[in-house]
C-alpha cells in the first residue's frame, strides 16, 4: 500500500509538471531546476548569473526553501522578479506549488526562469516541476564520493556545476574521480568546474546556459 501511495503521488505530480512545461513552452521560457544539498552555493551561483545574463536576457527566480526569506532577499537586491516558496516541513518542491507562484510572473515577458529548489540530495531529483532542465550542484567541500551515493540525481540531470573548486588545494577531493563517476552515471552529463568566489570556470557555464537561451 505505502509502494501504491507513493506512485499516486508522484503521477499525480507529472500531470501537474506536464502543465507547467505547456504554459513554459507557449510563453517561450527556459525552465532551469537548480538542486542541490544545502550549503553548496545554489544562491551565490544564481547571484553571479543574473549579473552576467540579465542585460541581454529577461530573467525571474523561485525560490525554495523549507523556512526564511533570507534567499529570496539576495535575489531581489540582484534586481530580478523573485517568488519565495517555504515548504515547512517538505524537502522539495513539486509541481503544484511551481504552478501556484507562476501568477505572479508576466511569463510571456521573461526568457529564463530559475527554480532554485530545496537543499536536499534525494527528494528534488523524483518531482519534476515542468523544468527543462535540472541541473545538479556539487561542491569541493561536500567530497567526491556524492555521484555514486546520490546517483537519481546525477542521472536525471543535464547539466552538473562542481563549485568551490578553489578549495580543492586545501582538501582531498578528487575532481578527475567526481566527474569520471559523474559520467559513468550520466554519459550525457555536462561538467562546468568552477568557483563563485574567484570566478575561474564561470564563463563556461554562462555559455551553456546562453546556448539553451538561443535554441529554445
Sequence with gaps: MKVKI???ILNANEKIAAENRDLFRQ???LVINLM???GAGKTTLLEGTIAALKG???IAVIEGDVATTADAERIEKAGVPVVQINTGSMCHLDGSMVQSALSEFDLDSLDLLIIENVGNLVCPAEFNLGEDHKVMLLS???GDDKPLKYPLMFHESSALVINKTDLIPHTNFDLEKAVCDSLSINPKLSVFPLSCRNGEGL???YGWLEGNLNGR
Design 36 to 38: 542541490s544539498s544545502p
Design 140 to 142: 569541493v567541500a561536500e
Design 203 to 205: 564563463a563556461a557555464w
Design 6 to 8: 507513493a506512485a499516486d
Design 56 to 58: 541581454r536576457h529577461k
Design 27 to 29: 510563453s517561450g521560457v
